[in-house]
């Protein structure tokens, strides 16, 4: 167990509504990312963290913005919702296998259900 | 353009069985290869990763097999368990360098039949 926390867990909302979702981490690590998962096209990263208020794009990041302004909190914003943006979300963290590992492997919280109507 | 490809959305075994599962890259960057299995209603977990300094890592009935110069990884699962039904995804990291970002398969479906 990562210690990672979504909420909501389940939202639905109306096109053109403002939606933040929330990642949050008990322990701390430097890496924080956020994916989308639809059928038929897997996991796609949006946005990801690599430290306090350092964030950058990830694939499908149009529409979507982020911010992380302390450690343990990883916001995703969808500034202006629309109905392409039904989705489950998934909010990872990053920390090696090992302390002197030079890999890192990603673990994942219990994601968020939105729909956009 | 995609750079991590499962080829197979689903893969039916009996219980007791081996599960092959079958992954293939094209970007030669990337130097770590995770499997993860999905639920329904659950976040992805991780199962087992791989380095490309290695060609076979094994974690109880779960194996994965790097074939570096094919750009290929299969996971082998023995003996499939009814358990082991859910969704398995392939995925690639080309390193700190890229902020361990990490490149998904669109996954397969595996079923474990009693």
């Known amino acids: 167990d990562a210690g990672i926390t979504q909420s909501p867990r389940h939202k639905v909302t109306e096109t053109g509504t403002p939606v933040t979702l929330r990642c949050h981490q008990t322990e701390n690590h430097r890496y924080m990312y956020w994916y989308r998962q639809d059928p038929g096209h897997g996991l796609r990263l949006i946005h990801y963290?690599?430290?306090?208020?350092?964030?950058d794009k990830g694939e499908v990041s149009d529409g979507y913005s982020v911010s992380r302004s302390k450690t343990e909190d990883f916001l995703l914003t969808l500034e202006s919702a629309t109905s392409s943006q039904t989705s489950v979300y998934f909010c990872?963290?990053?920390?090696?296998?090992?302390?002197?590992?030079?890999?890192?492997?990603?673990?994942f919280g219990p994601g968020t259900r939105l729909t956009v109507l | 353009d995609q750079q991590v490809k499962q080829n197979s959305p689903s893969l039916s075994v009996q219980e007791g069985r081996i599960s092959i599962l079958n992954c293939d890259y094209t970007?030669?960057?990337?130097?770590?290869f995770l499997w993860y299995k999905k639920y329904p209603a659950e976040g992805p977990t991780f199962l087992i990763s791989?380095?490309?300094?290695?060609d076979k890592n094994e974690d109880g009935r779960f194996t994965v097999f790097l074939n570096k110069s094919a750009k290929h990884l299969s996971l082998h699962i023995v003996p499939s368990q009814p358990g082991d039904s859910a969704v398995y995804f392939c995925a690639a990291s080309a390193g700190g360098g890229s902020n361990y970002k990490l490149t998904f398969g669109k996954g397969t479906l595996l079923t474990v039949n009693p």
């Open positions: 990872a963290i990053g920390r090696p296998p090992q302390r002197s590992s030079s890999y890192n492997e990603q673990f």
């Open positions: 970007n030669s960057m990337f130097d770590y």
């Open positions: 791989i380095s490309s300094i290695k």
């Open positions: 963290s690599y430290g306090v208020k350092d964030t």
